[in-house]
């Protein structure tokens, strides 16, 4: 499956050299369809950051069931005092994470 196939490249703009894209004309929630998901995860994987401009109309449990979605949650210590503390955890290959573990 293509990026491409599912969210047009004309709505997937870059915002740093080698981070970050804003993805335009999308409605977030949890009941995306799962081609829409497996493309967000690569586009995660391209940009490390992907915004999504406009989805005031989530609530806090709504947001955290449609990033449960997008890989699990974990606690985050850093952001204990705010809407739960969670982050998204995706599964990297090992490699992706090698200089942080030097053998």
Do not use: W, Y
């Not at 196939?5 to 804003?22: C, Q, S, T, Y």
């Not at 977030?28 to 829409?36: E, W, Y």
């Not at 989805?55 to 890989?71: E, I, S, T, W």
């Amino acid at each position: 499956m293509a990026v491409d196939n599912v969210i047009p490249r004309a709505d997937i703009v870059k915002h740093a050299d080698r981070l970050g894209a804003e993805i335009k004309n999308i409605t977030l929630s949890d009941d995306l369809p799962d081609d829409v998901i497996v493309a967000f995860n690569r586009l995660l994987l391209e940009h490390k950051v992907i915004f999504f401009r406009d989805q005031g109309h989530l609530d806090d449990a709504q947001q955290q069931r449609f990033v449960l979605r997008l890989g699990s949650l974990i606690p985050n210590p850093t952001m204990a005092d705010t809407m739960g503390g969670l982050t998204i955890r995706q599964e990297l290959p090992d490699r992706a994470c090698s200089h942080l573990n030097p053998r």
